[in-house]
């Protein structure tokens, strides 16, 4: 770190009760948003109150040093980039202050979807719905005046904004509102307020005129400051004339919002249409009939929804060129279907739509909206060097003008040679347009120039906006004087008003560079070497904040140019992968009905989100990050905070895959470092296993001891309040070997070979005992190769590659062999079939680990898959169960459903409740951990919670970690769902025994 950005740092910690970060890597963390700019602050703060945000601004104002405020930083105009301090709300400040019928006061950090989450019980919502309502933050909400889909029933938030307060540049703090011109302020007078307030109307008073001359029609308008009608008899809204600002302004520290009823009933409809034109104009037909939402998806969204979910294939007519997804809400169900009645009848009367779908239940319309919100960001997954680039993606046009529009932005797009994506809120004119850039071709970024202007034009001259609802940001700043003419000098004077210093996030919104729109543009993974900077040194007389911020970047550490990889790929394919996430920050959501990432879930800071890891490595290919920034704490500390779950690889719209990224980093770290004690302990958990195993009888004895568990706890770090399995007195590979498994069957017909892992070998063969009972029933012949081991998992994990790619070679090697023979491989242990399938190939990239991967299952998805061949045995007696059924993280990210669920649905009688809480909070060996226990519980909570529920007698899931959670602070058992079968096929009373013993209801007829 240098010594200015120390300074800065040094000085900041001592002033502030929140967290001040100024190493590299932090800063590269939150030197992206979801735009495609980067710009490197100088440090990042993240405030735990109003007084840390009043002593940075402070500090900032003494030392000129911009300010930029951030939220979840899922902007996509850059509006939150900058190079001065960077002031992360989202971090602490996001508290639900207080609650009422009609209104909510809120701190600027708490996420949208979750402050409905809350209002839920009240049957109340805060109406308007940006599409990244999961993850975006209040104060982001109102500096943005966000708006959605719902904006035909909702506004922006504009709309719903009675009071905020904030920090201005001199560091007082006000509440304001709509306050009184004539002196007479409320809400406790004071000087500051009455002085800023007589400032603005004097400016708004003296340029009544432009403002109202201004030539903006579209009904929504996010471009500059919103000046009109904000000075009205007397009456000043200051709070609403900040809404929009982009953190140019103030910064809002909390707000007092209204809020609306919960829609008591809702109906969607979907119409499809032959022509995107056709579309368009049955927009004016169906606005007037009052729905709440009128969304427009061209022919590629449809193409892409049909490809990511098999429902919409079926759904979606293989003609249509264009779909408006349209909502009625109202009182009644009555009413909403007479609604959407009227709005069919209507486009297909005058011959518009083709066809339609309508949908009452709340899945199936959630389903519809998939479309929009789901599959929109699906356009990301596209590969090839053109991408889907957001930098027009925010024009509104007054909806009348929409179809002659329509035609005029192809005509654009067209002259210069470039197709797009488009997604609109049709209703309000509002068009998410995307065009197919590539970036890394010099002549592209001339396109977007020529583009933007081009496209501008045509919007400008039909009253429309270049942002309807992003913001102005880097991207669009150099337009707003074309928008406004004669009234963008008057924001200039606004801004003085309120920031005569220029601190906060100067250049947004107001600024004259006319290259903003293509400079500071992400650096593209490419591998080239770095430029040495010239060293910083602080100028006299004191340069400005601005240029003081932008030499702390260019003296950013550069990096020697080769990175040594750990993995089996080269840096292209690594900055291949870094580069394909676009920052949208849908990683960093906590909803319950996506299993993001569960280390962000339990701490959401910027540094546990998958995005921070892809933005930490895209450092280290584009060489702005030293080489051998992985070897340091610092990314150690980024990286630690990936458990290797595979969740956020299912659940990223951009499928970028962070826990091959994440392998690489961990690996990096151990190959300077080595494993610290305590990593290497868990890494070689099996090792554990095995040593517990020999000791059997005292070490299960130990097992129950509290002394034995606090030694085990300060020696080894595993948390002596975890119920830890106990250890079987003969592995399963023993009684194999006893049986006769361990040679291989000379039988004809299905073969298997089983590759047992640690868990079913030392600590519950009767797992491994069952898959041989169900397999044989089933005619498939079991083979246990005596020479495997545990399949490595936790080395992996772990990122101690050299042994784990020894592990896998070995394996690889006795597999491939009885592959070719004919075996199929099962696993009992998700983790281990995950390995096998995924990790080993990624270790190895060789011939052999793909076949191995090709020919292995987990052994549920084994049987489902037979069982939908119609040869699975089906002499399933009846068990009498209420069975709570997880489905682990290493399950789901095989990408094979939920076949373990699947199977116990066969059993007669058996009650299956599926248990949707997530992650359980175990990811391998990390709840085990001392450090991470309570994390891990808290993690894991909700499905702890499930499993207490007297509805359910015992718990169901493959994951031996799952079960320990599963099992942690209640007596009632998990159990493998392939015991299950094997009791049901009467294969092996004894698991009715056990269970009965234990939960003493079960019942086996
Ligand atoms: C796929 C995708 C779809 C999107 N769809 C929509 C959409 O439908 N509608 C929509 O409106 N937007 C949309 N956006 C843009 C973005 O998500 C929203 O603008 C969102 O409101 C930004 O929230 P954030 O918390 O990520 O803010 P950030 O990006 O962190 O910040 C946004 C702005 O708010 C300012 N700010 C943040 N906190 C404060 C504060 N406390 N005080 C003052 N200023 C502050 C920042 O300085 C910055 O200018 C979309 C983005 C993506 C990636
Ligand atoms: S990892 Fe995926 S979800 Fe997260 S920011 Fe990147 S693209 Fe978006
Ligand atoms: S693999 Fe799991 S723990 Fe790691 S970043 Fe992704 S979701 Fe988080």
């Known amino acids: 770190m240098d010594e200015v950005r120390e300074r800065i740092q040094d000085d900041l910690r001592g002033l502030l009760e929140g967290t001040v970060y100024a190493d590299d890597v932090t800063l590269q963390l939150y030197a992206t948003d979801a735009s495609i700019y980067q710009i490197r602050p100088s440090a990042v703060v993240c405030p735990r109150s109003v007084a840390d945000v009043v002593a940075v601004v402070r500090y900032a104002g003494e030392n000129q040093i911009p300010i930029h405020a951030r939220g979840a930083g899922t902007g996509l105009a850059g509006e939150s980039l900058g190079p001065g301090l960077v002031l992360d709300f989202s971090r602490f400040m996001r508290r639900l202050v207080s609650v009422d019928d009609d209104s909510v006061r809120v701190q600027p950090g708490l996420v949208l979807e979750r402050l409905n989450q809350q209002l839920y019980g009240r049957q109340r919502c805060f109406g308007p719905d940006p599409a990244m309502s999961h993850v975006t933050t209040m104060g982001s909400v109102i500096a943005i005046d966000a708006a959605g889909s719902h904006w035909l029933r909702y506004g922006s938030a504009r709309r719903h904004i009675r009071s905020l307060q904030v920090v201005l540049a001199d560091g007082s703090v006000l509440e304001v509102g709509r306050e009184p011109t004539d002196g007479e302020i409320s809400g406790g007078a004071n000087a500051r307020k009455r002085e800023l307030v007589a400032d603005l109307a004097t400016v708004l008073e003296r340029h009544a005129e432009p403002i109202k001359r201004q030539r903006t029609r579209s009904l929504v308008n996010r ?28 910064l809002v520290t909390e707000a007092t919002l209204d809020i609306q009823p919960l829609p008591r009933q809702r109906g969607v409809a979907l119409l499809f249409f032959d022509r995107l034109e056709a579309a368009a104009r049955a927009v004016s037909e169906i606005v007037p009939l009052g729905p709440s939402a009128c969304d427009l998806m061209d022919r590629r969204h449809l193409s892409l929804a049909r490809e990511h979910e098999p429902r919409f294939e079926k759904l979606i007519p293989s003609n249509a060129e264009a779909v408006l997804i349209v909502e009625q809400q109202a009182d009644t169900a009555a009413e909403v279907r007479e609604g959407l009645r009227r709005i069919i009848d209507q486009t297909r009367r005058r011959r518009m739509a083709f066809d339609a779908r309508q949908a009452f239940d709340r899945d199936d319309i959630e389903l519809f909206w ?8 699906t356009l990301y997954r596209l590969r090839g060097s053109s991408r889907a680039v957001p930098f027009v993606e925010d024009i509104a046009v007054p909806p009348d003008a929409l179809p002659g529009f329509l035609t005029e932005m192809q005509n654009v797009l067209k002259r210069h040679l ?28 001339d396109t977007m120039r020529r583009l933007a202007s081009d496209l501008y034009d045509a919007v400008l001259a039909v009253g429309g906006t270049i942002s309807g609802e992003h913001g102005d940001g880097l991207s669009r700043t150099s337009f707003v004087r074309r928008q406004y003419g004669e009234l963008y000098p008057v924001f200039g004077e606004i801004k003085r008003v309120f920031d005569p210093q220029n601190l906060f996030n100067p250049g947004k919104v107001i600024g004259d560079d006319p290259d903003l729109l293509t400079k500071n543009l992400r650096p593209l993974p490419t591998v080239a070497p770095p430029v040495e900077p010239a060293p910083l040194e602080l100028a006299t007389p004191q340069p400005t904040a601005v240029e003081l911020a932008t030499e702390l970047v260019a003296a950013a550490p550069v990096a020697p140019p080769v990175v040594e990889l750990q993995l089996s790929w080269n840096l292209e394919q690594m900055a291949e992968v870094a580069g394909s996430c676009n920052g949208c920050g849908s990683c960093r959501s906590q909803a319950p009905d996506v299993r993001m990432c569960p280390i962000f879930r339990y701490a959401p800071a910027e540094d546990a989100s998958p995005r921070a890891k892809a933005n930490l490595m895209r450092g280290v290919v584009t060489c702005e990050m030293a080489a051998d920034t992985l070897a340091t704490h610092e990314a150690k500390a980024v990286a630690d905070l990936c458990v290797h779950c595979h969740q956020c690889r299912l659940e990223c719209p951009a499928n970028v895959d962070i826990p ?29 296993s095995a040593l517990g195993h020999r000791l059997a009888p005292l070490a299960n004895r130990l097992i129950g001891n509290r002394q034995a568990r606090w030694l085990a706890e300060r020696l080894l770090g595993i948390a002596r309040a975890r119920k830890v399995p106990r250890f079987a007195r003969q592995t399963f590979l023993d009684r194999a070997r006893r049986r006769g498994l361990t040679r291989p069957t000379r039988r004809t017909g299905p073969k298997v070979l089983y590759f047992v892992d640690t868990y079913a070998n030392y600590h519950d063969p009767q797992l491994a005992d069952a898959l041989v009972a169900v397999f044989e029933h089933n005619t498939i012949a079991v083979y246990v190769h005596p020479e495997q081991r545990a399949s490595g998992m936790s080395l992996i994990a772990a990122g101690a590659l050299e042994q784990a790619r020894a592990v896998a070679a070995g394996h690889v090697r006795m597999l491939a062999e009885a592959v070719r023979q004919g075996f199929s491989i099962v696993a009992t242990e998700p983790a281990a079939a995950l390995a096998l399938t995924w990790e080993y190939p990624a270790l190895l990239n060789d011939e052999d680990s793909r076949l191995v ?4 299952s987990e052994a549920c998805a084994y049987l489902a898959q037979l069982h939908r061949s119609g040869k699975l045995a089906l002499d399933l007696a009846p068990v009498n169960a209420s069975v709570g059924y997880h489905l682990p993280c290493h399950l789901r990210a095989l990408g094979v459903g939920s ?8 059993i007669p009688a058996l009650r299956l409740q599926r ?11 990390f709840g085990l951990r001392q450090e991470n226990f309570r994390n891990s519980l808290r993690a894991g909570i909700g499905l702890i919670s499930a499993v207490r529920d007297r509805a359910i007698q015992v718990g169901a899931t493959e994951c031996s970690a799952c079960k320990l959670q599963m099992e942690q602070g209640t007596t009632k058992p998990t159990i493998h769902p392939l015991k299950l079968l094997a009791l049901s096929y009467g294969l092996m009373p004894e698991v009715a025994s056990l269970l009965s013993r234990r939960s003493g209801e079960l019942v086996v007829t």
């Open 370 to 377: 998939q479309l929009a919100h789901r599959v929109v960001p």
């Open 899 to 906: 076949p373990g669920e699947s199977l116990l649905r066969l």
């Open 660 to 688: 091959r990224l994440m392998l690489e980093a961990k690996a990096s770290y151990v190959a300077v470092h080595g494993l610290h004690f305590r990593d290497w302990v868990f890494a070689r958990i099996d090792a554990v």
């Open 418 to 445: 470039v197709t797009a994506s488009l997604y609109g809120h049709a209703g309000h004119g509002q068009l998410h347009l995307r065009p197919f850039l590539d970036l890394a071709d010099p002549a592209s970024i």
């Open 853 to 856: 991967a090709d020919n292995t």
């Open 915 to 925: 248990i949707d809480k997530g992650c359980s909070g175990m990811a391998g060996t």
């Open 223 to 250: 471009s500059g400051y919103a000046l009109g009608g904000m000075l009205v008899d007397g009456q000043l809204d200051v709070a609403k004339l900040l809404c929009g600002s982009e953190g140019t302004l103030a």
